[in-house]
């Protein structure tokens, strides 16, 4: 069952509170993310409980974006964030120490990763990884950083001062996710078996892109420097 079925009515005031927004945060990023963290819990513990849990995070885990538009960028408080989810996960059907666990992993899912992570978290951290490896980054990058140039003439994506924060580039932003996620030295890697194996599908996709873009603008006369 996906998480519309498990949790209706949930599902349909997340969904109203997602009413106007598009792009990197709407409550179709939302769904896909729940769909991927039942399925990652399930493919690495075969557990029902935990996947319906860890869809139920991914389903509200666009909280923290939500109170943004109202405070601005990375300015949302985080008893607001709570306080949001909390009316959302009381309409669903779950005992209050399930709804700790996935207040819990909703509010550090962008957190590095720890011995101490609750096995909701680890599937939403990678299923919001996963989703946000798929190709539409590569359009949804462009409409963050409409003000930045789409590709950097001069070093490509080799910029020393380029960072995730402040990439410089359309592109260097779309660079960091196949680079980092599925480097296992970075804290932030995956950390399921389903979230490395599609994670690395889909870096070795954006990989690609990247790559043939380089050879590309080399065709046309680009030189970058090293
Ligand atoms: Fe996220
Ligand atoms: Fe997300």
Known sequence: MNVQELFPETFDLVTKAHKGIHGGHDIHHATRVATWAQRIAMNEWGDQCVA?????????????????????HGNAPESATRELLTSWLETSDISVDELEIVLSAV???????????????????????????????IIRSGQLYHDLPAV?????????????LNPKSSLKDIWYSPAEW???????????SLGWR?????????????QTLRAQMEEDGIVFKE
């Open 152 to 164: 950097d003439h001069v070093w490509f994506v080799n910029d020393p001062e380029a960072t995730y």
């Open 198 to 210: 599609i994670g690395e599908k889909r870096a070795q996709n954006l990989t690609d892109y990247i």
């Open 107 to 137: 509010l550090n899912h962008g957190a590095k990763n720890s011995a101490n992570d609750s096995r909701v978290k680890k599937a939403l951290a990678d299923a919001d990884k996963v989703v946000n490896m798929a190709l539409d980054l």
């Open 52 to 72: 319906k849990l860890a869809g139920l995070a991914g389903l509200c885990h666009n909280a923290d974006r939500l109170i943004e538009h109202q405070y601005g």
């Open 182 to 192: 599925v480097d296992p030295s970075c804290p932030f890697c995956f950390c399921t």
